[in-house]
């Protein structure tokens, strides 16, 4: 089973727009993270934000948020007041407590397509 | 502020012949290092992890191997490269394998089999 679902392989927004990047996840542990990260078509991953399980206030990082509904297993990344420059892959991400290697657990990645 | 490096950028080889992809950290110590691999278009798949000099885990089996001489470096090679070895490998680091601290990652390392 995938423990990490992204359902839009692409999206387009109007610069200037807020956009919202889908991301459900999947674990019985208690304890863990949620990331996302940006990759523009250099291929560098950049990181974006992060969420904690035990987290009870979206996060919230510059133009980034994260909507964290835990009981629906989703942590969605809000940008807002789109730029071109955010025209790149997104990708969310999880560790997981009980991991003995601490590893990411990525999804598919959603492509992000600014529009002037 | 910590850095992480990965060289080459870009590399061609024959089917066959050796390979070896470096990766350096720099700003801190006794960090946790990853190598992924990801497919065209796809999500990265974690390769090795080493948690300290010598210490190297795979996580899946394949024809690459990994090994960690010296704290903040972190290679990958193989003795005979496949197609199907052809991909962008990423270092990553982090400071433990907790779930609440970020990985962050290197430039890449873009391979090309023929």
């Known amino acids: 089973a995938q423990k990490i679902t992204q359902t839009q392989p692409g999206m387009f927004v109007q610069e200037k727009e807020a956009v919202t990047l889908d991301c459900t996840y999947d674990?019985?542990?208690?304890?863990?993270?949620l990331f996302w990260y940006k990759q523009p078509s250099s291929g560098e991953m950049i990181f974006l934000i992060y969420?904690?399980?035990?987290?009870?206030q979206n996060a919230t990082e510059g133009r980034y948020s994260l909507n964290f509904q835990k009981a629906r297993k989703s942590a969605n990344l809000v940008i807002s007041a789109s730029q071109l420059g955010d025209s790149a892959m997104y990708f969310c991400?999880?560790?997981?407590?009980?991991?003995?290697?601490?590893?990411?657990?990525f999804g598919q990645g959603t492509t992000l397509q600014v529009k002037p | 502020s910590q850095t992480i490096h990965q060289w080459p950028a870009t590399l061609v080889q024959p089917v066959g012949s050796p390979l070896s992809l470096e990766c350096t950290v720099e700003?801190?110590?006794?960090?946790?290092l990853y190598w992924y691999r990801q497919a065209a278009g796809r999500g990265l798949q974690l390769l090795f992890y080493?948690?300290?000099?010598?210490?190297i885990s795979s996580e899946v089996p394949q024809n690459l191997s990994a090994s960690r001489p010296q704290d903040r470096q972190f290679i990958l090679s193989s003795k005979k490269l496949l197609l199907s070895d052809s991909g962008f490998y990423l270092c990553?680091?982090?400071?433990?394998?907790?779930?609440?601290?970020?990985?962050?990652f290197g430039p890449g390392t873009r391979l090309t089999v023929l």
């Open positions: 080493s948690v300290g000099i010598g210490q």
């Open positions: 700003g801190t110590s006794n960090p946790n």
């Open positions: 990553a680091w982090s400071r433990d394998i907790s779930p609440y601290n970020e990985q962050f």
């Open positions: 674990t019985s542990d208690q304890s863990y993270g």
């Open positions: 991400a999880m560790r997981e407590g009980r991991s003995n290697t601490g590893k990411l657990i």
């Open positions: 969420q904690g399980s035990y987290d009870e």
